[in-house]
Each structure stands twice: as C-alpha cells, then as structure tokens.
C-alpha cells in the first residue's frame, strides 16, 4: 500500500461539502463507529476535509450513532444524529430513541424487532442510519465515488460472529446506495492519517478505542520517496471500550438508585429484584427495547409489592419516557471529569427522577480494572502477533475518545514510556484515514 501525504483542514473555510463531493478523483472513508461516526473526503492531492453537520450549539464534525422513530398518523418517522438528539432532549411526543445500534450487528440473537408494529432488521435500521448521515451527497455522488468504510478487528459482543456482522454491514451499506464500499480495519485508518507526516521508517502499534471495541494494529511504514508504504505485521482487538466503561458507571451508581440489591415480597417471601432488569438496563443498546408494554407492567407490579416502590417506579419512568440519551449525557460528563479530576459529582435529574452522587477516580479505576486487563491483553496479543518486541515499537499512536481515560493511557505509557506516545483527534482520525485509503486503493487500480 502507498500513503500520499494529505492534512485535514478547518471545516469553517472548507469548500462546501456538496460541491466538494462532486470534483472527480475524490475518495470517501466512512467511521461508522458505536458512539459517534465521522465522514471524510479526500482530494486527488491528498488533501482531507469531514463532513460538517449544523446543530443547536454550532457545527460538529461528529453525527452521534443514534436514531429516533415516532408516529404521525399512519407513517413511522425517523430522525439520525444531531436531528434524533435534539428530539431525545425535546420530549415534545411518544418515542423511541436507539443507539449504539453497531453493537447488534455480530449477534445471531438479534434479526428484528418491531417499531410501532414496522418490521426493522438491523441492517435496515443501519440503512436508515447511513441514508441520514449521507444525506447531503446525491447518490450519483456516492455510486461513482471510491468508499472505504470501517470495521472493528474483532466485534462487539458475546461469541461475535463476524461473517454475519460483514455481511450486514455490506448489506446496510448496499441498501443505502454504496454497494461498492470496501471494508477495512478502523486502526488501519487511523494508521494511515497518522502516517501521512512520517519522515522515516517506524513500526507503529496504533491503539483505536472507539464505543464498542478496542483495536490494534501493528503497522511498519518505509519511507519511499514522496510515498509511504505500508506493511500490515498483525491485527488484535477486543469488545470492550467506552461502552463497557459507561456500564460500570451505571451498575455501580445509577442501578442501585433504581432498585438494582434491593427485593420485593411474593407469597410472604422476600425475593430479590430480578438482575435482568438492570443487565438489559445498564448497556446503551439494549435499554431502547425495554421500552415495551410487557415490561412495564411488569415493573408497575414489582414496585406494589417493593421494599423500595419509589426506585422501581423511577426505573419504570426512565425507561417509559426514553431518557436514555439524558442519562448517557450525564455519564458521559462524569468521565469527562474524572480524567482531569480525582472526583466529580454524578447528576441526573428529569421527570421527577434525581440521583446524585460523589465518584472518585479510583473507584472507577477499581470497577473497570478487569476491563483494563483484557484491553491489556489484546494490545500484548498484536504484539506477539506481528513478531515484535515493545522495545522495537517506534511509536504508538492513540485514538478514539476512551484514550483519555486516564487508567487508559497509563497502560500504555507504562508499557511503552511517555515520549513513544503519540494521540490524534479523537473523532476525525480513522475517517480521514479511511478516506485516504480510498484514495490510495483508486491509484493502485490506475
């Protein structure tokens, strides 16, 4: 593979996006990612600009992996990104909000499921997602175009089954008119925009922890001229990333406030509430299906003859009024403070439902530290697998938001020292990367 040498640019004096996506020579590269994903496209000369999406507070860069459906008469609507947030924060009708839809796609457990009596497979709900977040380029733009799409090295999830996740993923892709994407490793593209400001030969481990997995990749670049070429030595990764994180967070300060330890009386027995409830509860992908009317009635039973009827009462709430995406925002401000403090405040409050709690960074260090150690272990796995000892990795490149976990980086800055450490923008690298691969596929076939 050969790498041009490209650079983002400043998305306020970028050209427009529609009329950018028209120049011939022009490549795609695609981060459908767990949390947020990101739309890349590069010029013949190398050069790289993302997608810019207008929202409330100002453009972003980033189209949060999130749908919302709901009803008006006999039509079920649907809303993508900054649109479906802005409706999860609004409230103003009956809804259903779903994300971290990506997690499903490796699971032979999960084919459909029923959305205001619509029929919706997972790679039509991916379908729907891409068509939104590709909904400025006209689809003779994108038939024409070269697209590189990411994938994780391994899938999220228990037992993944990667030739279906592959094969939805193409198919998702295909049903929203990019039969043509080629799929590559999201660390491969990270690797590749790191690449494109290298003045020698090195080995690279590039470390990209996105939502839903953790992946690596060990990469030797030499240096040819005005070009790079790249050599693949060994790919590892694991289920386990921002996600895993935010479950922690939630199964150790938000469940127990919900009644998770807590039991009800059932033919003058005290049994404990059913686990069931707060596993399904606390994993961003699946608390949009608990939304069902068996489940709430289920809970409205529970809480008659609860120890603590007011918990049970508040989960049902939660769950009822989809505020799912609130309370990801709040767990998601928790971490962000508690990279940059010892200790930080968990707020949550909306529809009656009020949780406070202090949090300490070593506590959630202490709830993530078996995570930490199968990270750990996939990262050693690539090594071992490309052949290399860490003394011989030149650098090592982080990306994704959960680098800046800081039990997170000091993995790695203690593996492999401080000054080796190198890390990219936690959004725009893979799909810039991605784009350039693209790129680089097209001149190879010229």
């Not at 009800?264 to 009317?293: I, N, T």
């Not at 078996?370 to 090592?396: C, F, R, Y």
Request: glycine share 8%; aromatic share 10%.
């Amino acid at each position: 593979m050969h790498i041009g040498k490209g650079a983002a640019s400043n998305p306020d004096t970028s050209p427009d996006r529609k009329s950018l996506a028209t120049l011939p020579g022009h490549a795609i590269g695609i981060d459908f990612g767990t949390t947020n994903s990101v739309v890349a496209i590069a010029s013949p000369n190398g050069h790289v600009e993302t997608l810019v999406w207008p929202t409330a507070s100002g453009p972003t860069e980033t189209f949060r992996t999130a749908l919302m459906f709901w009803r008006e008469g006999r039509k079920t609507l649907h809303a993508a990104g900054p649109k479906a947030i802005e409706r999860a924060i609004a409230q103003e009708t009956e809804q259903r909000f779903i994300q971290s839809i990506k997690t499903y796609l490796a699971s032979p457990l999960f084919t459909e499921t029923r959305l205001y009596g619509e029929r919706f497979t997972i790679e039509r709900l991916i379908e729907i997602f891409l068509g939104h977040l590709l909904e400025e380029l006209s689809p003779e733009t994108l038939k024409d175009m070269p697209v590189t799409g990411g994938r994780p090295v391994i899938f999220a999830g228990e037992n993944p089954n990667e030739d279906l996740a592959v094969a939805r993923l193409q198919a998702a892709y295909a049903g929203a008119g990019l039969p043509q994407v080629a799929l590559a490793y999201e660390p491969l593209g990270a690797a590749y925009w790191y690449a494109r400001a290298l003045q020698r030969d090195e080995t690279v481990l590039v470390a990209d922890f996105g939502g839903g997995t953790s992946d690596f990749s060990v990469l030797r670049f030499h240096l040819r001229g005005k070009s790079l070429e790249t050599e693949a030595l060994a790919h590892s990764g694991v289920g386990i990333a921002g996600d895993t994180f935010d479950y922690r967070i939630i199964d150790h300060v938000v469940a127990p406030r919900l009644g998770k330890g807590t039991s009800y009386r059932s033919f003058e027995k005290l049994l404990p509430m059913p686990a069931y409830f707060y596993a399904a509860f606390a994993q961003w992908h699946q608390l949009s299906w608990l939304k069902s009317g068996t489940t709430l009635a289920e809970l409205k039973k529970l809480a008659a003859v609860s120890e603590e009827p007011r918990m049970i009462e508040d989960l049902g709430t939660l769950i009822e009024m989809d505020l799912g995406f609130e309370l990801y925002r709040a767990v998601g401000t928790l971490k962000a403070e508690l990279s940059s403090a010892k200790e930080a405040l968990f707020t949550f409050d909306r529809e009656g439902i009020k949780i406070e709690a202090e949090v300490k960074r070593s506590d959630f260090e202490s709830w993530i530290a078996p995570d930490l150690a199968k990270i750990a272990e996939a990262m050693e796995s690539a090594i071992a697998k490309a052949n290399v000892q860490p003394k011989d990795i030149d650098a090592v490149f982080m990306t994704g938001g959960t680098s800046f976990v800081p039990a997170v980086r000091q993995l790695f800055t203690k593996r492999f020292g401080k000054d080796r450490i190198h890390v990219g923008d936690a959004f725009q690298s893979v799909a810039s990367g991605l784009a350039l691969l693209a790129l680089d596929q097209t001149r190879l076939k010229t």
